[in-house]
């Protein structure tokens, strides 16, 4: 469980907290469910705040992500490390949660084909599909799309842009090779 005790969490309510990591500043906003939301790393706390969206009616919770804010510092530090955690998607289509779910079974340090993910979810042929709901997701790292590229090997879009995710997966190949 990534938040310090259940009692933490009133049902309904969203909590959210930006924080330092080796590479930039990042985000997270969930609910009582799960996970709604992370960003990638950014320069500042306000932007990594403002890419979660409407925080409004969300509070600071400083001590309800330690577990989580410790995997995601190890994470950009260069090591492996795993995301099993809870998610809440409610805005998700069903083939966005199929296409997610598939992505999340990726191996850290490894990469997989849109194709392959379109194979996996049953849809051989909606491999632009998958490339449109990757380009969705909520929860980079948590769902690590980075890890999807073209089936010629090329690094594809992102929406972190094509030098984070060329970052990234150069980061996890630096921790599997030790």
């Given at each position: 469980?990534?938040f310090?005790?259940?009692?933490?969490?009133?049902p309904?309510?969203l909590?959210?907290?930006?924080?330092?990591?080796?590479?930039g500043?990042?985000?997270?906003?969930s609910?009582?469910?799960?996970?709604?939301c992370?960003?990638?790393?950014q320069?500042s706390?306000?932007e990594a705040?403002h890419?979660?969206?409407?925080?409004?009616?969300?509070?600071?919770a400083?001590?309800?992500?330690?577990?989580l804010?410790?995997?995601?510092?190890?994470?950009?530090?260069?090591?492996?490390v795993?995301?099993?955690?809870?998610?809440?998607?409610?805005g998700a289509?069903a083939?966005?949660?199929?296409?997610?779910?598939?992505?999340?079974?990726?191996?850290?340090?490894?990469?997989?084909?849109?194709?392959?993910?379109?194979q996996?979810?049953?849809?051989?042929?909606?491999?632009?599909a998958?490339?449109?709901?990757?380009?969705?997701?909520p929860l980079?790292?948590?769902i690590?799309?980075?890890?999807?590229?073209?089936?010629?090997?090329?690094?594809?879009?992102?929406?972190?842009?094509?030098?984070?995710k060329?970052?990234?997966?150069?980061l996890?190949?630096?921790?599997t090779?030790g």
């Amino acid at each position: 469980m990534w938040f310090t005790t259940l009692e933490d969490i009133v049902p309904g309510e969203l909590k959210y907290i930006t924080f330092d990591t080796d590479m930039g500043w990042v985000g997270i906003l969930s609910s009582a469910k799960g996970l709604r939301c992370t960003t990638l790393p950014q320069p500042s706390a306000q932007e990594a705040q403002h890419l979660l969206g409407n925080i409004n009616d969300a509070t600071w919770a400083l001590h309800s992500f330690d577990n989580l804010i410790q995997r995601f510092r190890i994470y950009f530090s260069g090591h492996r490390v795993t995301f099993p955690d809870q998610l809440d998607l409610p805005g998700a289509t069903a083939f966005q949660r199929r296409v997610w779910e598939i992505t999340r079974l990726i191996p850290y340090g490894e990469t997989r084909s849109y194709a392959w993910v379109a194979q996996q979810i049953g849809q051989p042929r909606a491999v632009r599909a998958v490339g449109q709901a990757l380009g969705k997701n909520p929860l980079p790292i948590i769902i690590p799309c980075h890890r999807v590229i073209t089936s010629n090997g090329k690094l594809g879009g992102f929406g972190g842009g094509v030098e984070m995710k060329k970052h990234l997966l150069s980061l996890e190949a630096a921790a599997t090779i030790g």
